[in-house]
Nanobody, 125 residues
Framework: QVQLVESGGGLVQAGGSLKLSCAASGSTSSSHTVGWFRQAPGNEREFVAAIRRSSGATVYADSVKGRFTISRDNAKNTVYLEMNSLTPEDTALYYC??????????????????WGQGTQVTVSS
């Protein structure tokens, strides 16, 4: 079992920045991939970014490329999502998740089997 706790969400104005954290505990493994997903009211959950703990390989959704950066600190079992140039369209509940997807499947939510409770990000216009 892996427990995930997200933090760092909040209210920010358009154009602002936030840095989310995903702290993992329990049966963590260097073979895991950590992904960030988000879900806005009335919308389906969508992929944001993912990183492999071992190699640091990353994948981003097109909608966040160039604005968001995912990184990891394996010593702290923590993955970060730095979000810049935020827009109201980024408003959502942000979840982190752990799985072992192949590289081409890192954006699929069904490849992840442990999920956190989420942290709310609200961007005002």
């Amino acid at each position: 079992q892996v427990q995930l706790v997200e933090s760092g969400g909040g209210l920010v104005q358009a154009g602002g920045s936030l840095k989310l954290s995903c702290a993992a505990s329990g049966s963590t493994s260097s073979s895991h991939t950590v992904g960030w997903f988000r879900q806005a009211p009335g919308n389906e959950r969508e992929f944001v970014a993912a990183i492999r703990r071992s190699s640091g390989a990353t994948v981003y959704a097109d909608s966040v490329k160039g604005r968001f950066t995912i990184s990891r600190d394996n010593a702290k079992n923590t993955v970060y999502l730095e979000m810049n140039s935020l827009t109201p369209e980024d408003t959502a509940l942000y979840y982190c998740a752990v799985g072992q997807p192949i590289l081409s499947a890192m954006g699929r939510s069904d490849m992840y089997y442990y999920w956190g409770q989420g942290t709310q990000v609200t961007v005002s216009s």
